[in-house]
């Protein structure tokens, strides 16, 4: 497995956590996210979602498809974004923005892996020459 493919394989078993918790137990992380008890069936829909987003990054990254790893880095490193402008707007708790750190150092991580990975390929395909 590749080192880009490694990067969105090990983030696919944080996705496939984060979605069990929300999806089977939502209330063990409301407190944890400044929340009450938490009972609305939407908690479980986004894990029931992130579910299958966790294994489209699972078969993606056995697959070694490339495409899908660019495309993860673009999404995810716009997370931090997103939730900063829902803080703003007052529509979650600030501490969504140091949790959503977690995504965009996993895109970071498979940019630097891409990075190495482009690199590593132009230096074989120069000595085969």
């Not at 696919?12 to 409301?30: E, G, I, R």
């Not at 489209?56 to 070694?64: F, G, I, L, P, T």
């Not at 900063?84 to 750190?101: A, Q, R």
């Amino acid at each position: 497995m590749s080192y880009p493919a490694k990067s969105v394989y090990y983030f696919s078993f944080y996705m496939m956590a984060l979605s069990l918790t929300l999806l089977l137990v939502p209330n063990l992380l409301a407190p944890l996210l400044g929340y009450t008890e938490v009972n609305y069936i939407w908690i479980r829909v986004i894990g029931m979602f992130l579910l299958y987003l966790a294994f489209d990054y699972w078969v993606s990254a056995k697959e070694e498809n490339l495409k899908f790893f660019y495309l993860t880095v673009y999404t995810r490193v716009t997370i931090i974004l997103f939730m900063s402008f829902f803080v703003m707007m007052g529509w979650i708790k600030w501490i969504f923005i140091p949790l959503s750190l977690i995504d965009f150092s996993g895109a970071l991580w498979t940019a630097y892996a891409l990075y190495r990975h482009r690199r590593q390929r132009r230096t074989d395909s120069r000595l085969q020459a």
